[in-house]
């Protein structure tokens, strides 16, 4: 027996784990954080159903009829048919996607620059990046990354629409979780979480809504006096019309938008505004996948500012960049040399701050041929459930002249491929890993492969870097060697570590120049960066009112409009589809669709769940754990009842990332967020009705 140290990779929070090996070299036991995702990497290791082989299709698209075929021929063939697209219709025309996992993403863009194709997507295309590139508009910094971080100096707590418990690793045993006494808690959330039963104040929002409650306690700050006006004087730009602005969100209106008593608006903005430092926590995805969820998510980042909240120590800190790996990813090369991205068209803004083409566009590249046409895909970690609308995107697929897949399992992606390879698992490979961390420390490590790969799966990284062999680029992509590509994006780190980077596999801690920039400019407290920096957009201030959105034909005040989909802004639809639904909410048992085959993580949540208020089930003839079929104008899919009071009457959550009941085949992917391109999941109609 022995044990050997490398790092989960079942979510990004990269946590360090002990792994046992038998007299064999056989895992046999992980140690770790006490997280479900944390001991099931074994059971996907040694899965029944987990792809081994190379396969290529011999049935017609969907069927799921694959033939084992060896290496040799599966990749000669992909670099010969990826060959022949580009000669036909162009480099543009071939899309190179990567969904989880992440670790191999600089080789698959690297892969994509140098074949020659922009069109590099990323499963970002639907989540955080939104979060970011609002951040950095208004402010030049991120925020969110940092905002899970606990103080002990913070006084009031408001955690908007994320429910660490569910979320956030260690979930039960989050600093989040553990109440301080002294400390005011507000929770925004639709569904009554744990933690929002344990709140000071819970608002219970209708989804969709954040930017009217945001904009209504931004009411309340400036009518009381509440803002700090030194703060506002020196370093905030467009405040006046965006005060104007918010005159008209008086707490009666935003009370009725959102659906909550306004004595709860009212208690909760003297809160958070009278009871300094005041930090907001934030969701990645929670305020930006609504049809105005960018606008919305900046709303609700300038309380901060408003309050005079933004980088100190209590509040919401910045997050500052450390040392980090040297790109290899090529994406300077694109951005010189390689036409637009898909979505450089009609999401600039977004496209500006994010490496990456918009993905939520590929059905229509492939269907449609807009904003460019897309004729072959070379996918790592792909599920449809990631689309709105995902019977389209399946159909997408099956349009493709040539699609090629890696991963795990199959799913209803895979079995549109015609070539499906068998990716190893974080176990099985190596990997140069750079954890962001909080707003002035990191992480880095390199992480060796615990135990060979099982049957013959490689890494997606690997293989990335073999077809760029066999496309005619070996000097480019290291002749196939894995370990050298992270060699060479080693070659960023500081010499100094970069030895202990790779001999350490606890990892080693980096910091932030910004500590040593702010004390040896005289600056004894380590934070507000501003004083020394200023912010990084476009005015060196807080954007309330922003030149950049404006210069792209948007608002550039955080205008709130109704979802596309709503009670009041489609009435005559809302008749046929009466309830609010919403979606996504995390538990620690999946990450999304990546834990469908564990039978372990199925146990904990076996059915997917339509949770809706008793007030909605009982006129529908609806019990718990009745059949019922949600259905929006996308179609109809089967859940299980819930039937509980901690969902807001109106509204009903259902769970994401099953294959076997995906809530996305009833999303909207018309009415996509106008500048980051992100779809509407958690603010559309439905119905509920009893399978009989």
């Given at each position: 027996m022995s044990w050997k140290t490398s790092t989960c990779y079942e979510c990004d929070a990269n946590c360090g784990i002990q792994v046992e090996l038998d007299d064999d070299g056989e895992p046999i036991r992980v140690q770790g954080p006490d997280c479900p995702r944390c001991y099931v990497q074994l059971d996907r290791r040694n899965h029944p159903d987990r792809i081994l082989y190379p396969l290529k299709r011999v049935g017609p698209r969907g069927s799921g009829e694959f033939e084992r075929v060896s290496w040799d021929e599966a990749l000669d063939t992909i670099a010969e048919r990826l060959s022949a697209a580009k000669a036909e219709h162009g480099a543009p025309a071939v899309g190179f996607f990567a969904g989880y996992t992440k670790e191999a993403r600089p080789q698959l863009q690297r892969l994509a620059h140098a074949f020659g194709s922009p069109n590099y997507l990323t499963e970002s295309g639907c989540c955080f990046s939104a979060t970011m590139v609002a951040e950095k508009v208004t402010f030049g910094y991120k925020i969110k990354t940092t905002s899970t971080v606990v103080s002990p100096k913070t006084r009031c707590h408001l955690i908007w629409s994320t429910n660490p418990r569910g979320s956030i690793p260690p979930f039960d045993t989050h600093p989040l979780v553990l109440r301080r006494p002294g400390k005011t808690l507000i929770v925004v959330d639709p569904r009554r979480t744990p933690l929002a039963e344990e709140a000071d104040i819970h608002l219970a929002i209708r989804p969709g809504t954040d930017g009217a409650l945001a904009l209504g306690f931004h009411h309340l700050i400036f009518e009381n006096g509440w803002q700090d006006q030194a703060f506002l004087d020196e370093w905030a730009n467009g405040v006046e019309g965006f005060r104007d602005y918010v005159r008209d969100f008086t707490p009666?209106?935003?009370?009725?938008?959102?659906?909550?008593?306004?004595?709860?608006?009212?208690?909760?903005?003297?809160?958070?505004?009278?009871?300094?430092?005041?930090?907001?926590?934030?969701?990645?995805?929670?305020?930006?996948?609504?049809?105005?969820?960018?606008?919305?998510?900046?709303?609700?980042?300038?309380?901060?500012?408003?309050?005079?909240?933004?980088?100190?120590?209590?509040?919401?800190?910045?997050?500052?960049?450390?040392?980090?790996?040297?790109?290899?990813?090529?994406?300077?090369?694109?951005?010189?040399?390689?036409?637009?991205r898909v979505?450089?068209?009609?999401?600039?803004?977004?496209?500006?701050?994010?490496?990456?083409?918009?993905?939520?566009?590929?059905?229509?590249?492939?269907?449609?041929?807009?904003?460019?046409?897309?004729?072959?895909?070379?996918?790592?970690?792909?599920?449809?459930?990631?689309?709105?609308?995902?019977?389209?995107?399946?159909?997408?697929?099956?349009?493709?002249?040539?699609?090629?897949?890696?991963?795990?399992?199959?799913?209803?992606?895979?079995?549109?491929?015609?070539?499906?390879?068998?990716?190893?698992?974080?176990?099985?490979?190596?990997?140069?890993?750079?954890?962001?961390?909080?707003?002035?420390?990191?992480?880095?490590?390199?992480?060796?492969?615990?135990?060979?790969?099982?049957?013959?799966?490689?890494?997606?990284?690997?293989?990335?870097?073999?077809?760029?062999?066999?496309?005619?680029?070996a000097d480019q992509f290291w002749n196939g060697d894995l370990a050298a590509s992270w060699a060479e994006a080693a070659e960023g780190i500081p010499e100094e570590i970069r030895r202990e980077v790779y001999d350490n596999p606890d990892g080693v801690v980096v910091y932030a120049e910004a500590i040593e920039d702010l004390v040896e400019s005289g600056f004894m407290d380590a934070d507000r960066l501003y004083r020394l920096r200023g912010f990084r957009t476009r005015t060196g201030k807080v954007e309330f009112d922003s030149d950049e959105l404006r210069e792209a034909g948007h608002d550039g005040l955080p205008i709130y409009r109704e979802p596309a989909e709503s009670p009041i802004s489609t009435?005559?639809?809302?008749?046929?589809?009466?309830?609010?639904?919403?979606?996504?909410?995390?538990?620690?048992?999946?990450?999304?669709?990546?834990?469908?085959?564990?039978?372990?993580?199925?146990?904990?949540?076996?059915?997917?769940?339509?949770?809706?208020?008793?007030?909605?089930?009982?006129?529908?003839?609806?019990?718990?754990?009745?059949?019922?079929?949600?259905?929006?104008?996308?179609?109809?899919?089967?859940?299980?009842?819930?039937?509980?009071?901690?969902?807001?009457?109106?509204?009903?959550?259902?769970?994401?990332?099953?294959?076997?009941?995906?809530?996305?085949?009833?999303?909207?992917d018309k009415h996509l967020d106008p500048i980051s391109g992100f779809p509407p999941f958690k603010s559309l109609l439905c119905q509920v009705e009893r399978v009989v």
């Open positions: 009666a209106r935003v009370a009725e938008i959102c659906g909550i008593a306004e004595q709860d608006l009212r208690r909760a903005a003297e809160l958070f505004a009278t009871t300094p430092p005041a930090q907001i926590t934030l969701s990645p995805t929670a305020t930006v996948q609504h049809s105005n969820g960018f606008q919305n998510h900046r709303a609700v980042i300038l309380l901060s500012a408003v309050t005079g909240n933004l980088d100190r120590e209590g509040g919401n800190r910045f997050f500052n960049d450390k040392a980090a790996p040297k790109p290899i990813e090529l994406f300077d090369y694109c951005r010189t040399h390689l036409p637009p979505g450089d068209e009609v999401y600039p803004v977004w496209t500006r701050y994010w490496p990456a083409a918009q993905s939520m566009l590929l059905p229509d590249c492939i269907l449609d041929g807009r904003p460019q046409p897309i004729r072959a895909l070379l996918a790592m970690g792909i599920n449809t459930a990631m689309w709105p609308n995902s019977k389209r995107m399946e159909q997408a697929l099956g349009a493709l002249d040539f699609f090629v897949a890696t991963d795990f399992f199959h799913n209803p992606a895979t079995r549109m491929a015609d070539f499906v390879l068998p990716a190893a698992t974080s176990l099985e490979r190596p990997a140069l890993i750079a954890y962001p961390g909080c707003a002035y420390q990191g992480e880095l490590r390199y992480r060796r492969p615990v135990v060979a790969p099982k049957g013959e799966a490689r890494p997606d990284g690997e293989i990335f870097l073999q077809l760029g062999v066999r496309l005619g680029m009435p005559a639809l809302a008749v046929d589809y009466p309830l609010v639904l919403t979606s996504g909410a995390r538990t620690k048992f999946d990450t999304h669709s990546q834990h469908n085959y564990i039978e372990r993580m199925r146990r904990a949540v076996p059915h997917p769940l339509a949770e809706i208020h008793p007030d909605d089930a009982a006129p529908r003839g609806i019990e718990n754990g009745d059949p019922v079929m949600v259905s929006s104008p996308r179609g109809s899919v089967r859940f299980l009842a819930k039937v509980t009071d901690r969902i807001k009457p109106g509204v009903v959550h259902c769970t994401h990332g099953r294959n076997d009941a995906n809530i996305n085949e009833l999303t909207d």
